[in-house]
């Protein structure tokens, strides 16, 4: 099996490559073809890949290929990992939105918005390029804004593009924990859109867990109840993706942002020059561990809990999906695609996460429970924005991406929505397609 990675020059492509080396049996990637645009950043990884893959046998054969043709020859699955304008381009989005006073965060809000308007064009060519040269390929999407970035992809791959995300996967964990429930044993009732979703029950042996956790002093033992506050989850009667913290406590996320000097991308970049500058296994480590560490800690103010720093685990999930497909071992995974009529109130094309039954027919959505009004009028609005993204990325249309910053309920004005559209196009290059 023949698997490609576009962005295989990124930094959490270690953790992929070591998923594999644990993988054994039938239907086991054999050759692995990492793409990137920078060669530089592709060397800097084969060279931590090879050290890793040291004395491990049926390690995958490793090539790098800056021609996209040449990645895409024969594979079986893509997985699509691109970050348009770097690190360099997230530390922008951060700080332009937070000199405006509205938040800057790499895929929320304006800062999510600008990420989407520089990345949707490239992540439709991809496509593009897939359907024409691989079209039995599977795509796992995990370039961000992914949910945007899924549902623009779509179109050209129908069912055979999946998004991915590793927060609703590391919230069910954490839940389950607090809960004391093993998550095998457990139905995880989430549903909503990348970054914006609720898990609204866990049920086990016939009952819903969750009301007794929210009610109990262990709802402060776990990552979200501690970030929340136990009476708002309480209200809520759900716990939140970590990123409904910046609809929830905006005022809060935005003043702890500051002016975006010590923003989220400007801590990467540094750490990242430093890793590609010397690239090794052992830096690449310790560069890993820092920045888990630290992961959306900023927002707060305060380090992660040790026992959540394992994260969604976003490699396994994407492992378990690959396994999943090419072995027909069927499965639950909460994943990003089209709706259908999973989620009521939402439309067909809309690509939205939910618990997925996986197989060899691919991802399909199961149905879910309805939102509540509250939640269902949030998806709605953030669903808006994101397609004015979609249709100023297909037309370069600057009024559609005027309005996709407009429509944002976390931007508060359209003299302000004017002012980060004039401040992104300036500072990103990417975006001289819109006119
Ligand atoms: C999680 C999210 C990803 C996001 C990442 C940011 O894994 O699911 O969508 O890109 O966090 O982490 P970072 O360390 O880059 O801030
Ligand atoms: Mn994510």
New binding site residues.
Partial sequence: MRLAILGGGGFRVPLVHAALLAERGAGVVTELVLHDVDAGRLAAVATVLAEQADGVEGAPAVTTTTDLATALSDVDFVFSAVRVGGMRGRQLDERVALAEGVLGQ??VGAGGIAYGLRTVPVAVELARRIAELAPRAWVINFT?P?GMVTEAMAPLLGGRVIGI???PAGLCRRVARAIGVGQEAAWFDYAGLN?LGWLRGVHAGGVDLLPELLGSPAVESFEEGRLFGADWLRLLGAVPNEYLHYYYFTREAVAAAGDGTDS?GSF?LAQQRGFYTSPSLDRWERTRAE?EAT??AEARDRERDPGDLE??G?ERIALALMRAIARDERTTLILNVRNGTALSGVDEDAVVEVPCAVGAFGASPIAARPLPGHALGLVHAVKAAERSVLEAAATGSADAALRAFALHPLVDSVTVARRLLDGYRAAHPQLSYLH
Wanted: hydrophobic share 20%; net charge neutral; proline share 0%.
């Fill in positions: 790499e895929t961000n992914a995300c590793d927060s970054h989220r990467l920045r992961y959306l994260g969604g976003y």
